[in-house]
């Protein structure tokens, strides 16, 4: 028992310092290899420089396995100054904290409404990845391309290929809140009939704000 409360309150003290931690980029330690005579080259398609094509090799993670595109972040590390790990297990990857701002629905009133909750709970972007992808692989929560492709969070995926899918996890992760931990004003809102497929919730403040769309469509026509 006594382990949890000191846990809690450790936790509580650093908590922007480990918020820090969802903005670096992972350093990565370039793998000494030198190219062999007719060596093919792929571009990174994040800092367009050319790196040996070792791609056979699954543990070089050049090739995101949704898109197919090459990416040199896993492999000796990206040099691109905004680029926060263009590539990487989708377990690893550092979406930053920049995605939250529009990470539910691309609506910008219900992704403040987890920014608020996790401050609360004082839980970083990553902390909240981290349980997002146990959930994957449980099966409680799903994304568009474990349906499509059979995605877990071992697979090799890029930035905008793990954002993409880290949408989904999120709008799970932000359903599952409880009604008693969202503020009073959030709660009392009516459901959109259009729920979380309603368009207008992207580009009108004040409908987003006035009804909730963390749910179902109950409406076609
Ligand atoms: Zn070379
Ligand atoms: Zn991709
Ligand atoms: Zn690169
Ligand atoms: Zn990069
Ligand atoms: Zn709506």
């Known amino acids: 028992m006594n382990y949890h409360i000191l846990e809690s309150s450790f936790y509580c003290l650093d908590f922007e310092e480990r918020k820090k931690k969802d903005d670096m980029k992972p350093e990565v330690v370039a793998p000494q ?43 000796w590390g990206c040099k691109k100054a905004e680029c926060l790990g263009c590539i990487g297990r989708f377990k690893d990857m550092n979406l930053g904290r920049k995605c939250l701002v529009n990470l539910i629905l ?27 992808m146990q959930k994957l692989d449980e099966g409680t929560y799903k994304c568009i391309d474990q349906r499509r492709l059979n995605l877990t969070s071992e697979r090799t995926v890029c930035y905008p290929c793990a954002l993409r899918n880290f949408k989904d996890l999120a709008y799970s992760f932000r359903s599952d809140i409880k009604k008693e931990d969202l503020p009073e004003a959030v709660r009392r809102r009516n459901d959109c009939y259009w729920g ?22 109950t409406r076609t026509s």
């Open 33 to 75: 290899y030198v190219c062999v005579v007719n060596q093919n080259h792929i571009l990174c398609q994040c800092c367009l420089q050319p790196m040996p094509d070792r791609r056979t090799l699954p543990e070089t993670r050049q090739q995101c396995c949704l898109c197919l595109r090459s990416f040199c972040h896993v492999y």
């Open 106 to 132: 691309e609506n910008p009133y219900e992704s403040e409404i987890l920014q608020n909750y996790l401050e609360e709970k004082k839980m970083t972007l990553n902390e909240m990845r981290d349980i997002c």
């Open 196 to 217: 979380k497929n309603c368009r207008t919730q992207k580009n009108k403040p004040h409908h987003a704000q006035n009804f909730n769309h963390v749910c179902e469509q």
